[in-house]
């Protein structure tokens, strides 16, 4: 019996004693070895002088694997070992073992949340703003140096960010020594990766000059360090987190050699790879003017204000996507190698020996057409719309895993901000028909990149902030916003209508009512018992309506009563659409409310305006719903003959609080008209060992309340104090503290906005915290997520297969999410924001009204097996509900 022989990967043609050399462009190993995958495969064996061998892959097949964390770890590979002589063991150079690597990644982490992105905003703006009044001065037959002025760009808002020194690029003709130090570095670092040990004994010159390059570097950051040690006081930013941080798994700080090396690592990584990016985003845009054009379109409709708000950078979402698609095409840190931890193999072909490594080519993984297709290689930011259906590990261009880079978000939030705001401004033109090189060094650039730009001329023109306009120029601009104005505001009648027993429809509604304010509408909100008679032929009706065991909602039975019997003249001319929801598994009674409402208001002369709608609460509820919506207001202005003028989908609700002294009552019940009754007897149902638990209780109304047989009670539940208590830890609040809500945007309704209130009693009673995550939930979870891994761990959950098997499946929470992943900061306000309100449970009344009018008996049952609301709390508490 013999062994069968371990498959090799393929090799190139070899040149003798130089291997594979002769086949790597040493101006530019990267594209080389792309070439070479695109030749032979998507893994494959590069040999160089003296016999060694290194893996290259480049298929997502194998990709996948070795970026799984626990077989693969980083490998500090040549062109970042010959870096650390002025990076040392900075974040990007150190080994995962190495102490310092993990030390300064728990404390750095916080300087890259999204509340940090928002402190950094003004600075950014800063620093954007000076490259714009620098082109908006240019001469009609300047030229503009792409590469050079991000390079600029990108340096600034690093070192006015990460360490409140300004370099001024933009006020020098050459740049800072700094740059040129560590250019000169860089290059030399690289350099050495194609000379011979024994060429390097020559190289005597460029050693010392190299020497020198890492001493400008050292001077400047440690004078830095003593001068904020001197002058302590600046909060927030990177330098502070590295002074005074500690790492909370063993309390120690970075030293001074420490933050001397990650200083460096973050000029370096914050301005390299960000400078091309944006480099290559613009020249993208250039060759295609259909994306260019789609993208000032939504800048022009986004960034209404001179200066961008943070808010609206964020809403660039078609900016983004073209930022997506250039680093998919060009990633600009376009490798990264990996070792094995163990002996295992790749793509379960081809064995890999424990220390082993294996480099991935980050170009060719963003082609490979079996994820990407045929059209690999073509700029299509639209790719990028939907994040959740692109393969997990199939894009990579911020690295891997938790060896990401920890920056990623601050690079993104700078490059949408600039890229809109050059957009905004100005006509990009390319003047000499520029072909695309890309220059190699640690990171891509195009090289030779030089175009010319003009100021944005008639309705689409702007005034540059800081830039003298004439009074002519200012009278336009003015005139073009109220004319704006008027448009986006054409008050056009909106009713929202509602029939709903537990709070779904309604919801729903007032979020179609919130939404259609932005839209330009006015716009109102009620139940349908309260038009019954009255539907208004001004405007627009869109109605929101449940069953209940097939009948109308208790909010709804007098409007369905006058509408079975309304004559035509009471219908015709109102316009309307109709959304419905349901529950699949009552098949003979689904959506049969909705659809009623809409046939019998077709049938008697109303003019529907959208198809009606259906969403399943067995089913993906939020995805009908959110697939309905994105319909309705399209198709409804333009049947109304207006424009879409805004984008609902960045509009969100802002909840802010304020902590105060003193409280009032949560007045969720005042929505419910709720009354309160008396327990007067309960007795279990069930057998002790059951597992479950049913109850018969026996409750005293209000005076004056009574019943019919088939009526329903709700009962207001609160919820468990150890699921309110798992709340306060996380986000390490006081039960007792009293604060005041304001909220503007989406309905707010189930808080108690404006009055003061204690924090235990608003989240017992108010909001509901045992429903399954939604995806809009885990999506905000998300952008507020620190770690890489983390986010992208949130993100995964976005797919359709894990979302229905791993959240709604499995009911997990957006609590729960938040204690499995520590690095999201999601703050509490938009915690709070995000839950739905609490809503009544229903349950049918066993007794007769013949026996007692004002004392029905009702069943309650509870599982006992998921701690979540208290509905009765009969053994534990007073016999009040």
Same mark, same amino acid.
């Given at each position: 019996?013999?062994?069968?022989?371990?498959?090799?990967?393929?090799?190139?043609?070899?040149?003798?004693?130089?291997?594979?050399?002769?086949?790597?462009?040493?101006?530019?190993? $990267?594209?080389?070895?792309?070439?070479?995958?695109?030749?032979?495969?998507?893994?494959?064996?590069?040999?160089?002088?003296?016999?060694?061998?290194?893996?290259?892959?480049?298929?997502?097949?194998?990709?996948?694997?070795?970026? *799984?964390?626990?077989?693969?770890?980083?490998?500090?590979?040549?062109?970042?070992?010959?870096?650390?002589?002025?990076?040392?063991?900075?974040?990007?150079?150190?080994?995962?073992?190495?102490?310092?690597?993990?030390?300064?990644?728990?404390?750095?982490?916080?300087?890259?949340?999204?509340?940090?992105?928002?402190?950094?905003?003004?600075?950014?703006?800063?620093?954007?703003?000076?490259?714009?009044?620098?082109?908006?001065?240019?001469?009609?037959?300047?030229?503009?140096?792409?590469?050079?002025?991000?390079?600029?760009?990108?340096?600034?808002?690093?070192?006015?960010?990460?360490?409140?020194?300004?370099?001024?690029?933009?006020?020098?003709?050459?740049?800072?020594?700094?740059?040129?130090?560590? !250019?000169?570095?860089?290059?030399?670092?690289?350099?050495?990766?194609?000379?011979?040990?024994?060429?390097?004994?020559?190289?005597?010159?460029?050693?010392?000059?190299?020497?020198?390059?890492?001493?400008?570097?050292?001077?400047?950051?440690?004078?830095?360090?003593?001068?904020?040690?001197?002058?302590?006081?600046?909060?927030?930013?990177?330098?502070?987190?590295?002074?005074?941080?500690?790492?909370?798994?063993?309390?120690? %700080?970075?030293?001074?050699?420490?933050?001397?090396?990650?200083?460096?690592?973050?000029?370096?990584?914050?301005?390299?790879?960000?400078?091309?990016?944006?480099?290559?985003?613009?020249?993208?845009?250039?060759?295609?003017? *259909?994306?260019?054009?789609?993208?000032?379109?939504?800048?022009?409709?986004?960034?209404?204000?001179?200066?961008?708000?943070?808010?609206?950078?964020?809403?660039?979402?078609?900016?983004?996507?073209?930022?997506?698609?250039?680093?998919?095409?060009?990633?600009?840190?376009?490798?990264?190698?990996?070792?094995?931890?163990?002996?295992?193999?790749?793509?379960?072909?081809?064995?890999?020996?424990?220390?082993?490594?294996?480099?991935?080519?980050?170009?060719?993984?963003?082609?490979?057409?079996?994820?990407?297709?045929?059209?690999?290689?073509?700029?299509?930011?639209?790719?990028?719309?939907?994040?959740?259906?692109?393969?997990?590990?199939?894009?990579?261009?911020?690295?891997?895993?938790?060896?990401?880079?920890?920056?990623?978000?601050?690079?993104?939030?700078?490059?949408?901000?600039?890229? %809109?705001?050059?957009?905004?401004?100005?006509?990009?033109?390319?003047?000499?028909?520029?072909?695309?090189?890309?220059?190699?060094?640690?990171?891509?650039?195009?090289?030779?990149?030089?175009?010319?730009?003009?100021?944005?001329?008639?309705?689409?023109?702007?005034?540059?902030?800081?830039?003298?306009?004439?009074?002519?120029?200012?009278?336009?601009?003015?005139?073009?916003?109220?004319? &704006?104005?008027?448009?986006?505001?054409?008050?056009?009648?909106?009713?929202?209508?509602?029939?709903?027993?537990? %709070?779904?429809?309604?919801?729903?509604?007032?979020?179609?009512?919130?939404?259609?304010?932005?839209?330009?509408?006015?716009?109102?909100?009620?139940?349908?018992?309260?038009?019954?008679?009255?539907?208004?032929?001004?405007?627009?009706?869109?109605?929101?309506?449940?069953?209940?065991?097939?009948?109308?909602?208790?909010?709804?039975?007098?409007?369905?009563?006058?509408?079975?019997?309304?004559?035509?003249?009471?219908?015709?001319?109102?316009?309307?659409?109709?959304?419905?929801?349901?529950?699949?598994?009552?098949?003979?009674?689904?959506?049969?409310?909705?659809?009623?409402?809409?046939?019998?208001?077709?049938?008697?002369?109303?003019?529907?305006?959208?198809?009606?709608?259906?969403?399943?609460?067995?089913?993906?509820?939020?995805?009908?719903?959110?697939?309905?919506?994105?319909?309705?207001?399209?198709?409804?202005?333009?049947?109304?003959?207006?424009?879409?003028?805004?984008?609902?989908?960045?509009?969100?609700?802002?909840?802010?609080?304020?902590?105060?002294?003193? $409280?009032?009552?949560?007045?969720?019940?005042? &929505?419910?008209?709720?009354?309160?009754?008396?327990?007067?007897?309960?007795?279990?149902?069930?057998?002790?060992?059951?597992?479950?638990?049913?109850?018969?209780?026996?409750?005293?109304?209000?005076?004056? &309340?009574?019943?019919?047989?088939?009526?329903?009670?709700?009962?207001?539940?609160?919820?468990?104090?150890?699921? !309110?208590?798992?709340?306060?830890?996380?986000?390490?609040?006081?039960?007792?503290?009293?604060?005041?809500?304001?909220?503007?945007?989406?309905?707010?309704?189930?808080?108690?906005?404006? $009055?003061?209130?204690?924090?235990?009693?608003?989240?017992?009673?108010?909001?509901?915290?045992?429903?399954?995550?939604?995806?809009?939930?885990?999506?905000?979870?998300?952008?507020?997520? !620190?770690?890489?891994?983390?986010?992208?761990?949130?993100?995964?959950?976005?797919?359709?297969?894990?979302?229905?098997?791993?959240?709604?499946?499995?009911?997990?929470?957006?609590?729960?999410?938040?204690?499995?992943?520590?690095?999201?900061?999601?703050?509490?306000?938009?915690?709070?924001?995000?839950?739905?309100?609490?809503?009544?449970?229903?349950?049918?009344?066993?007794?007769?009204?013949?026996?007692?009018?004002?004392?029905?008996?009702?069943?309650?049952?509870?599982?006992?097996?998921?701690? %979540?609301?208290?509905?009765?709390?009969?053994?534990?508490?007073?016999?009040?509900?």
């Amino acid at each position: 019996m013999t062994t069968p022989m371990a498959k090799v990967p393929p090799q190139p043609k070899t040149f003798g004693p130089l291997g594979n050399l002769p086949l790597m462009d040493t101006d530019a190993p $990267v594209q080389s070895l792309v070439k070479v995958a695109s030749e032979i495969g998507p893994i494959f064996q590069f040999q160089f002088p003296g016999g060694r061998k290194e893996l290259y892959i480049s298929g997502h097949e194998y990709v996948k694997d070795a970026c *799984d964390e626990k077989r693969f770890d980083k490998r500090v590979w040549a062109p970042l070992q010959n870096v650390r002589p002025f990076a040392g063991d900075g974040l990007f150079t150190s080994a995962t073992q190495e102490p310092n690597w993990k030390k300064a990644h728990n404390i750095l982490l916080s300087s890259f949340s999204q509340r940090a992105m928002q402190n950094y905003h003004t600075k950014m703006i800063d620093i954007a703003m000076q490259l714009i009044q620098k082109w908006a001065r240019l001469n009609p037959d300047d030229t503009v140096d792409v590469p050079a002025d991000m390079t600029r760009l990108t340096l600034d808002t690093i070192g006015l960010c990460g360490f409140n020194y300004r370099f001024n690029s933009f006020y020098r003709e050459d740049y800072h020594p700094f740059i040129d130090s560590m !250019v000169g570095a860089l290059d030399e670092g690289m350099n050495q990766l194609h000379r011979l040990g024994i060429q390097d004994l020559f190289m005597v010159r460029k050693k010392r000059q190299f020497q020198e390059d890492i001493q400008t570097m050292f001077d400047l950051v440690d004078t830095l360090i003593e001068e904020r040690k001197a002058h302590s006081g600046e909060d927030g930013d990177l330098l502070a987190h590295m002074l005074d941080g500690v790492d909370p798994d063993n309390g120690e %700080g970075l030293d001074h050699e420490n933050i001397r090396y990650q200083m460096i690592t973050f000029l370096i990584a914050g301005h390299e790879t960000t400078s091309g990016l944006l480099s290559f985003a613009i020249y993208y845009l250039m060759n295609h003017p *259909d994306k260019l054009r789609k993208a000032v379109h939504e800048v022009d409709r986004v960034l209404k204000d001179p200066v961008p708000t943070y808010q609206q950078v964020r809403d660039l979402k078609y900016v983004r996507m073209v930022l997506n698609e250039s680093l998919r095409l060009w990633p600009t840190a376009p490798a990264f190698s990996l070792y094995a931890r163990e002996d295992t193999d790749i793509g379960g072909t081809y064995p890999i020996k424990k220390g082993d490594s294996v480099t991935v080519l980050i170009p060719g993984l963003h082609r490979d057409q079996r994820v990407w297709g045929e059209d690999a290689e073509a700029f299509i930011p639209e790719r990028f719309e939907d994040p959740s259906k692109i393969p997990h590990d199939a894009y990579k261009p911020f690295g891997n895993g938790q060896r990401a880079y920890i920056g990623q978000q601050f690079a993104m939030q700078e490059a949408t901000l600039v890229l %809109g705001m050059v957009l905004k401004y100005f006509e990009l033109i390319d003047h000499q028909g520029y072909e695309l090189q890309v220059k190699e060094t640690l990171t891509l650039k195009p090289e030779g990149f030089r175009i010319q730009v003009r100021h944005r001329q008639g309705d689409a023109a702007r005034v540059v902030p800081g830039i003298s306009a004439t009074p002519e120029k200012e009278q336009e601009e003015r005139a073009r916003r109220q004319e &704006t104005d008027a448009t986006n505001n054409h008050n056009t009648p909106l009713l929202a209508l509602y029939g709903s027993n537990l %709070g779904t429809a309604e919801g729903i509604a007032r979020e179609v009512a919130d939404v259609a304010k932005y839209q330009g509408f006015s716009s109102q909100v009620g139940a349908l018992d309260d038009y019954a008679g009255k539907l208004p032929q001004e405007g627009v009706v869109v109605i929101v309506s449940a069953s209940y065991n097939g009948q109308p909602p208790s909010n709804a039975r007098a409007f369905m009563e006058w509408l079975e019997h309304a004559e035509e003249h009471e219908i015709q001319g109102v316009r309307y659409a109709v959304f419905g929801c349901g529950d699949h598994n009552w098949a003979s009674t689904y959506q049969r409310i909705p659809r009623m409402i809409d046939e019998w208001m077709a049938s008697k002369g109303a003019q529907r305006l959208l198809a009606r709608g259906e969403s399943d609460a067995s089913g993906d509820f939020e995805r009908e719903v959110d697939a309905w919506t994105e319909h309705l207001w399209p198709d409804l202005l333009q049947a109304l003959g207006l424009p879409l003028v805004a984008d609902t989908g960045t509009k969100r609700s802002t909840l802010s609080v304020r902590y105060v002294h003193g $409280v009032a009552a949560v007045p969720l019940a005042e &929505t419910y008209q709720a009354a309160i009754g008396h327990i007067m007897l309960t007795r279990n149902l069930q057998h002790a060992n059951s597992g479950r638990m049913t109850q018969h209780i026996e409750i005293s109304l209000p005076e004056g &309340t009574e019943y019919r047989e088939g009526d329903h009670m709700g009962i207001l539940p609160i919820n468990s104090e150890k699921l !309110v208590g798992r709340v306060l830890h996380r986000f390490k609040l006081q039960a007792a503290a009293h604060f005041i809500l304001a909220t503007e945007g989406r309905s707010s309704a189930h808080l108690p906005v404006g $009055v003061p209130v204690r924090l235990d009693d608003l989240l017992y009673r108010s909001v509901e915290l045992q429903e399954p995550a939604t995806r809009a939930q885990i999506r905000e979870m998300a952008d507020c997520t !620190v770690c890489p891994p983390h986010a992208q761990a949130l993100l995964d959950l976005l797919e359709e297969e894990a979302y229905l098997s791993e959240v709604r499946a499995k009911r997990i929470t957006m609590l729960d999410l938040l204690e499995r992943y520590e690095a999201c900061e999601l703050p509490f306000e938009r915690f709070l924001a995000l839950l739905p309100a609490l809503k009544p449970r229903y349950y049918s009344i066993s007794s007769s009204p013949s026996i007692s009018r004002t004392e029905p008996a009702s069943p309650l049952v509870s599982s006992g097996r998921r701690l %979540g609301v208290d509905k009765v709390s009969t053994a534990e508490s007073p016999p009040t509900i």
